[in-house]
């Protein structure tokens, strides 16, 4: 079946434009997470959403990140006003429960360059 | 807070060499243990996981147990092949007080396999 898409597959801006991201994940996938790998920090976490809960928003490193998931499917990341310490690659992961014990299935992610 | 070490790359090895990759964890809760690899070009995916103490995951002939009296989830593999060029990232997921799921991962090893 399908895997996790994530568009656009690269995004080039300039510094203080805004960005929106998305990602589709596995259909029937409760849980959707979103990661950011970079050279300096790593992988690093940024947000999670199960269900109708109210998400997990501890990973966003400033207030110019937010993001949202609508109908409980399709997830949207924006960063406001880019600084070139967002370049990096933007990681979604899909699981059934988001249980911990659960395999977490990631896209191919949006490489974000900020000029 | 917890937290995943493993061990510095790169490792280069020959082909039919002996692998092993260390990875130890700090954890408050019950973790999870997964190791995902990142082969060039491609997405992250699942190499293995082990949910609990002393199990053991494998596939495409790597290893992992779980060593809670240690701490550690080092990855194995008997005869390395050139195809298994990549970065390789150990993570947990701990249940704690919030079964979320979200993974913390470590540094990643890049390893090189030269024919």
């Known amino acids: 079946g399908a895997g996790v898409s994530q568009s656009p597959s690269n995004k080039v801006t300039e510094k203080g434009k805004d960005v929106e991201l998305r990602c589709d994940p596995i259909?029937?996938?409760?849980?959707l997470y979103w990661y950011r790998q970079s050279l300096g920090q790593g992988l690093e976490f940024l947000i999670y959403?199960?269900?109708?809960?109210?998400?997990?928003k501890s990973g966003l490193p400033s207030d110019r990140f937010s993001a949202e998931r609508t109908g409980g499917s399709v997830s949207t990341l924006t960063i406001q006003r880019t600084q070139q310490e967002d370049s990096a690659v933007y990681l979604c992961a899909s699981s059934w429960l988001g249980q911990a014990t659960d395999t977490q299935y990631f896209g191919p992610g949006t490489r974000l360059t900020v000029l | 807070g917890d937290s995943v070490t493993q061990m510095e790359g790169p490792v280069t090895l020959s082909e039919e060499a002996f692998l092993t990759i260390n990875c130890t964890y700090t954890?408050?809760?019950?973790?999870?243990l997964f190791w995902y690899v990142q082969y060039p070009g491609e997405g992250l995916q699942l190499l293995l996981k082990?949910?609990?103490?002393?199990d053991k995951g494998s596939n495409k002939g790597f290893e992992a147990t779980y060593r809670k009296e240690t701490t550690s989830f080092h990855l194995e593999k008997g005869s390395v092949q050139v195809s298994d060029s990549a970065v390789y990232f150990c993570?947990?997921?701990?249940?704690?007080?919030?079964?979320?799921?979200?993974?913390?991962f470590g540094q990643g090893t890049t390893l090189q396999v030269k024919p």
């Open positions: 259909s029937g996938h409760t849980a």
């Open positions: 082990a949910t609990k103490a002393d």
């Open positions: 954890a408050t809760g019950y973790p999870s």
């Open positions: 959403f199960q269900g109708n809960s109210a998400p997990d």
């Open positions: 993570a947990l997921s701990d249940e704690g007080s919030s079964n979320t799921g979200k993974l913390i």
